[in-house]
């Protein structure tokens, strides 16, 4: 009990001084975002051939797993 009304403040005051170290970092020198946008990376996808449409919907394409059924 006694150890802990000893050490306590002083790591809390540790821990205060620390986290406005950290704050001043932040303010003064913000740095580059991590994710500029940029161009964006778009590629065209051919039309399917005149015979065929496209599959749309659940159920339409090959079964997922054993039996057809889903993991969720």
Do not use: I, W
Not at 49 to 54: A, D, F, H, I
Request: a positive charge.
């Amino acid at each position: 009990m006694v150890a802990v009304a000893f050490l306590l403040p002083p790591l809390m005051l540790c821990l205060v001084l620390a986290l406005g170290r950290y704050e001043e970092r932040l303010l003064k020198n913000p740095g580059q975002p991590r994710h500029v946008p940029g161009e964006r990376h778009l590629s065209v996808v051919p039309d399917p051939p005149s015979g065929r449409r496209p599959r749309r919907g659940p159920g339409t394409g090959r079964a997922t797993g054993r039996g057809g059924r889903h993991a969720a």
